[in-house]
C-alpha cells in the first residue's frame, strides 16, 4: 500500500478536462512537504511535470497545473490530447519514515 | 545540458548483488542529491534512497535498509546503488535521479533493468 493515494484511472475525451488526486495524512502532505507529480510512459524515464505543489519547469505545457490543500494534492490536466495518455505519479515525503522520497501508487490517464 | 547516464542491463541469480551506475555530466556533481528510484513489473514508482554525493551522507528507505548500499566517486561525477541478497522481487528498471531545490527529481538516469532469476 502506498503512503499516498490515488486513483488507479482516470479517462477523459480530447479537449476535455481532468484531475489526478493525491490524498496523503498528517504526516507528509499535511506536514507542509511539497508535492511533485510526473509523467510516466512506458519504456522511458518518468518526466517532472509539476514540482513544489504548482511550479511547471521549462518546457511543460500550461495545459497541466497542480494544487494542495491540507492532506491533498492534485494534477489538473485540460485540453487534453492523445499524448497525454500516460501514467502519473505524485510524490512527496514523510516524516515518519527514513526521510527518503514516498510516491503515491500510479494513475493510469486514458485519452478515449 | 544535465545529463544522468547509467549502467546496462543486468541479469543475477538470487542472492547475488548488483551494482548500478549513474554518471552525471552538465552540472556541479557535488551540489544535488541522486536519488535511486525503481518500478518493478506491473508496479508503481519506489524510492530506495538518495545520497549526498558532496559528503556521502545517505538515507535509504526503511524496506531496503541491509541490502541496499549507496557511494559515489567525485572525481568522475558517478553515483553507485548497490543492493545485495537479490530475489526475485527485485526484478525491475532501477533509475538514478537528481533532486532539485524543492527536493524534487528533476533529471533522471534512462533506467536500468535488473532480472534476478535462477
Known amino acids: 500500500q502506498s503512503v499516498l493515494t490515488q486513483p488507479p484511472s482516470v479517462s477523459g475525451a480530447p479537449g476535455q478536462r481532468v484531475a489526478v488526486s493525491c490524498t496523503g495524512s498528517s504526516s507528509n502532505i499535511g506536514a507542509g512537504y511539497d508535492v511533485h507529480w510526473y509523467q510516466h510512459l512506458p519504456g522511458t524515464a518518468p518526466k517532472l511535470l509539476i514540482y513544489a505543489n504548482n511550479n511547471r519547469p521549462s518546457g511543460v505545457p500550461d495545459r497541466f497545473s497542480g494544487s494542495k490543500s491540507g492532506t491533498s494534492a492534485s494534477l489538473a490536466i485540460t485540453g487534453l490530447q492523445a499524448e497525454d495518455e500516460a501514467d502519473y505519479y505524485c510524490?512527496?515525503?514523510?516524516?515518519?519514515?527514513?526521510?527518503?522520497?514516498?510516491f503515491g501508487g500510479g494513475t493510469r490517464l486514458t485519452v478515449l | 545540458q544535465v545529463q544522468l547516464v547509467q549502467s546496462g542491463a543486468e541479469v543475477k541469480k538470487p542472492g547475488a548483488s548488483v551494482k548500478v551506475s549513474c554518471k552525471a555530466s552538465g552540472y556541479t556533481f557535488t551540489a544535488y542529491y541522486i536519488h535511486w528510484v525503481r518500478q518493478a513489473p506491473g508496479q508503481g514508482l519506489e524510492c530506495l534512497g538518495w545520497?549526498?554525493?558532496?559528503?556521502?551522507?545517505?538515507i535509504y528507505t526503511h524496506k531496503f535498509q541491509g541490502r541496499v548500499t549507496m557511494t559515489r566517486d567525485t572525481s568522475i561525477n558517478t553515483a553507485y546503488m548497490e543492493l545485495s541478497r537479490l530475489r526475485s522481487d527485485d526484478t525491475a528498471v532501477y533509475y538514478c535521479?537528481?533532486?532539485?531545490?524543492?527536493?524534487?527529481?528533476?533529471?533522471w538516469g534512462q533506467g536500468t533493468l535488473v532480472t534476478v532469476s535462477s
Open positions: 545520497i549526498n554525493p558532496n559528503s556521502g551522507a545517505t
Open positions: 535521479a537528481r533532486g532539485g531545490t524543492s527536493r524534487q527529481f528533476d533529471y
Open positions: 510524490q512527496s515525503y514523510d516524516s515518519s519514515l527514513s526521510g527518503s522520497g514516498v
